[in-house]
């Protein structure tokens, strides 16, 4: 099946300093992929929509200056979370659909977890 | 009212015994809807992918919609220790380029 890529897996920072994560899809072409934020025990909240070539369309309540996205090219999005702090701590999973499978499968990344020092 | 309900559990079972996850949502323009299995520190996998109202089985493992009473359910037959993980539900209301409104999740421990 398709395979979506994220890295780094996981990050230690210090507080103030920015992270960027990195998510590909490997065997597909992703013209949309999505953000989301998993707290301990919570559930996945969708942060943004990134769109390759355009803006990314961020949910109500998301810092688009804090969380810069950016969709290049139809394969890689990236997330960085600038000014990092310890309330940024969080597991950032994105995703992205195969319209080429048909199904318009959603694929899941493994999960970028980062901690704020 | 949130957009979807899920019971967060924990819910402990033998192996062997017979599972059944929920979900409850409150959009009735919800058509997809999906069962994730996530195991610690890695990302969702899906499971089972239903449009609209019915059945599908796949292996130990039956989806069920109900879109009148908007609930949903997933049955684990015969359940495994591997089946031991979280079980999110997901819901979207078309297929083209929209994300998935999440449940919590419900954490499953299977033992042998």
């Known amino acids: 099946g398709a395979v979506v890529s994220q890295h780094p897996s996981w990050v230690i920072c210090k507080s103030g300093t920015s992270v960027k994560i990195e998510c590909r899809s490997l065997d597909f072409q992703a013209t949309t992929m999505f953000w989301y934020r998993q707290f301990p025990k919570q559930s996945l909240m969708l942060m943004a929509t990134?769109?390759?070539?355009?803006?990314?369309?961020?949910e109500q309540g998301v810092e688009k200056d804090k969380f810069l996205i950016n969709h290049a090219s139809l394969t890689l999005s990236t997330l960085t979370v600038t000014s990092a702090h310890p309330e940024d701590s969080s597991f950032y999973i994105c995703s992205a659909r195969d319209f080429e499978g048909n199904t318009g499968e959603l694929f899941f990344g493994e999960g970028s977890r980062l901690t704020v020092l | 009212q949130k957009e979807v309900e899920q019971d967060p559990g924990p819910l402990s079972v033998p192996e062997g015994a017979i599972v059944s996850l929920n979900c409850t949502y409150s959009n009735s323009a919800f058509q997809y809807f999906m069962w994730y299995r996530q195991y610690s520190r890695k990302g969702p996998e899906l499971l089972m992918y239903t449009y609209s109202s019915g059945n599908k089985e796949d292996g130990r493992f039956t989806a069920q919609v109900d879109k009148s009473s908007k609930y949903i359910s997933l049955f684990i037959r015969d359940s495994q220790p591997s089946d031991s993980a979280t079980y999110l539900c997901?819901?979207?209301?078309?297929?083209?380029?929209?994300?998935?409104?999440f449940g919590k999740g419900t954490t499953l421990s299977v033992s042998s």
């Open positions: 997901a819901m979207s209301a078309n297929q083209a380029g929209t994300a998935l409104i």
């Open positions: 990134s769109n390759e070539g355009s803006k990314a369309t961020y």
